[in-house]
C-alpha cells in the first residue's frame, strides 16, 4: 500500500514538473512573437529568428522506461487466462430422402353403354268389322262332290255306232275344268283311247254333261281341275 502512494506521489511530481516546462516553452515562444512584430534597430528583415520546438516527451515517459517491472506493476497488471477453445459444433447434414416418384394414372378404358331397346309403340287397337273366314270344306264333302260331277258324266256317256260295229273298245282319260257355277271352261284328251271315234265322244260327252253340281260354298278358287277316265265297253 506504501508502495502505491509513493508510486503516485512520484508521478504527480514529473506530471507537475512537465506542466512548468510547457508553460515556460509556451511563454517564451509568445515573447518571440512580440518581438518579431517590433522592429529593432539595425534589422533590416534581412535576417530571421528559426526556433526549432522538439516534442517534449516529459519525465513521466523516461521515468516509465527507466523503471524495471517490479512486483508491484505486475499485481496491476490484468490476470488473463488462457480460455478453453470451444469445440466446433459439428453440423450434422440432414439428407432429404428423394422426392416419392409419382405412380402412372392407370386410364380404365370407358365401360360400354348398354345397348338401348327400340321403343315399339303399341298398336292402336282397331276392332274387326269384318266376320271371320267360315271355315274349309271337309273332305268327305269334297269326295262326295267329285263323285257327283263322275256320275254326272256316265249317265251322259254315249257310244258311237260305228265304234260298235266294228267293235272298237277303249279308254280314253278326259282332262276338263269348270268354274263355280259347273260351267266347262276347258276341255281335253289328256290320253288317247286308240279310236278317234271314241276320243270324240269323250269331249262330247263332257260338254252334254254340264252344268255340273257347284262346288262347296268355302270351298277355295275359281275353277276346279278334273282328270275321269271314259272307258268304252261292248257288253
Known amino acids: 500500500m506504501i508502495a502505491a502512494l509513493?508510486?503516485?506521489?512520484?508521478?504527480?511530481?514529473?506530471?507537475?514538473?512537465?506542466?512548468a516546462v510547457v508553460l515556460a516553452v509556451h511563454a517564451a515562444g509568445t515573447a518571440m512573437l512580440l518581438r518579431w512584430h517590433e522592429p529593432l534597430e539595425g534589422d533590416d528583415g534581412s535576417a530571421a529568428i528559426v526556433v526549432d520546438l522538439a516534442?517534449?516527451?516529459?519525465?513521466?515517459?523516461?521515468?516509465?522506461?527507466n523503471l524495471a517491472p517490479g512486483p508491484e506493476q505486475q499485481q496491476f497488471a490484468p490476470t488473463t487466462e488462457p480460455q478453453p477453445e470451444k469445440p466446433e459444433a459439428k453440423v450434422e447434414e440432414?439428407?432429404?430422402?428423394?422426392?416419392?416418384?409419382?405412380?402412372?394414372?392407370?386410364?380404365?378404358?370407358?365401360?360400354?353403354?348398354?345397348?338401348e331397346k327400340p321403343q315399339v309403340e303399341p298398336r292402336p287397337f282397331v276392332p274387326?268389322?269384318?266376320?271371320?273366314?267360315?271355315?274349309?270344306?271337309s273332305a268327305a264333302r269334297v269326295a262326295s262332290w267329285h263323285r257327283q260331277i263322275v256320275l254326272q258324266i256316265e249317265r251322259h256317256k254315249g257310244y258311237p255306232a260305228a265304234a260298235q260295229a266294228k267293235h272298237q273298245t277303249g279308254v280314253a282319260q278326259l282332262a276338263f275344268a269348270i268354274n263355280r257355277q259347273g260351267r266347262v271352261v276347258a276341255s281335253r284328251v289328256a290320253r288317247s283311247s286308240?279310236?278317234?271315234?271314241l276320243d270324240q265322244e269323250t269331249i262330247?260327252?263332257?260338254?252334254?254333261a254340264q252344268p255340273f253340281p257347284p262346288p262347296p260354298p268355302n270351298m277355295a278358287g275359281e275353277?276346279?281341275?278334273?282328270?275321269?277316265?271314259?272307258?268304252?265297253?261292248?257288253?
Open 204 to 208: 262330247a260327252t263332257v260338254q252334254r
Open 94 to 115: 440432414k439428407i432429404e430422402p428423394p422426392p416419392p416418384v409419382p405412380e402412372p394414372e392407370v386410364v380404365l378404358p370407358p365401360e360400354p353403354k348398354p345397348l
Open 128 to 137: 274387326q268389322t269384318t266376320a271371320p273366314p267360315p271355315p274349309r270344306p
Open 6 to 19: 509513493r508510486f503516485d506521489h512520484d508521478d504527480l511530481r514529473l506530471w507537475m514538473a512537465s506542466a
Open 55 to 65: 516534442p517534449y516527451l516529459g519525465p513521466a515517459s523516461e521515468s516509465k522506461q
Open 194 to 197: 286308240g279310236y278317234a271315234a
Open 223 to 235: 275353277t276346279f281341275d278334273f282328270t275321269v277316265p271314259i272307258r268304252f265297253n261292248i257288253r
